[in-house]
T-cell receptor, first 117, second 113 residues
Framework: GNSVTQMEGPVTLSEEAFLTINCTYT??????LFWYVQYPGEGLQLLLK?????DKGSNKGFEATYRKETTSFHLEKGSVQVSDSAVYFC????????????????FGKGTTLSVSS | ETGVTQSPTHLIKTRGQQVTLRCSSQ?????VSWYQQALGQGPQFIFQ???????GRGNFPPRFSGLQFPNYSSELNVNALELDDSALYLC????????????FGQGTRLTVV
């Protein structure tokens, strides 16, 4: 079945360090890929997305490229800040299995990022 | 601000009871999805409503049910609560369509004791 696998955390970095959070997926068809961020006590916020192969999503200094050949969508940021501390979720959509909605999202387990000054 | 609001924010129920959670979708959005997020896990898809009809369901038992109203707001009902139902319940609204993004509410934290 469709699934998303993220690198396990927590990831602990110093301010201004480079960030990579790995995400790979298994899906039928041509899914869209998303990164969501969750700050403590809050819901999910869309960070970036890519809807087709080789698309690069970017927002707030974060980037991820949809790689169909490696079924990956790794999240990167060149210089993290303390305010980036949160849980990051990779998700795929538009690859519904039987009975599910076409727009249902399948999430990874999340990666906790902690940035210290 | 996403415009998706959920109520209540926190709730404590006893095993065996029933609960109703509510969600107001973002203006203009006709599709509402519900997710369950257990502690330390990613959200799991429960079901989705599109124009008042259930439009797909994840791997959840029938005691999880829902409604969508003409104004596209939605309810999630859970009967015969179990301890494992303790989780953050997230509502997401969207315009429908495979490539559109979903906007999430802040969630309802349900604790079953």
């Amino acid at each position: 079945g469709n699934s998303v696998t993220q690198m396990e955390g927590p990831v602990t970095l110093s301010e201004e360090a480079f960030l990579t959070i790995n995400c790979t997926y298994t899906a039928t068809g041509y899914p869209s890929l998303f990164w969501y961020v969750q700050y403590p006590g809050e819901g999910l916020q869309l960070l970036l997305k890519a809807t087709k192969a080789d698309d690069k999503g970017s927002n707030k200094g974060f980037e991820a490229t949809y790689r169909k050949e490696t079924t990956s969508f790794h999240l990167e940021k060149g210089s993290v800040q303390v305010s980036d501390s949160a849980v990051y979720f990779c998700a795929l959509g538009g690859a519904a299995e039987t009975g599910q909605a076409g727009t249902a999202l399948i999430f990874g387990k999340g990666t906790t990022l902690s940035v210290s000054s | 601000e996403t415009g998706v609001t959920q109520s209540p924010t926190h709730l404590i129920k006893t095993r065996g009871q029933q609960v109703t959670l509510r969600c107001s979708s973002q203006s203009g959005h006709n599709t509402v999805s519900w997710y369950q997020q257990a502690l330390g896990q990613g959200p799991q898809f429960i079901f989705q409503y599109y124009r008042e009809e259930e439009n797909g369901r994840g791997n959840f038992p029938p005691r999880f049910s829902g409604l969508q109203f003409p104004n596209y707001s939605s309810e999630l009902n859970v009967n015969a609560l179990e301890l494992d139902d303790s989780a953050l319940y997230l509502c997401a609204s969207s315009l429908g369509g495979v490539r559109t993004e979903a906007f999430f509410g802040q969630g309802t934290r349900l604790t079953v004791v």
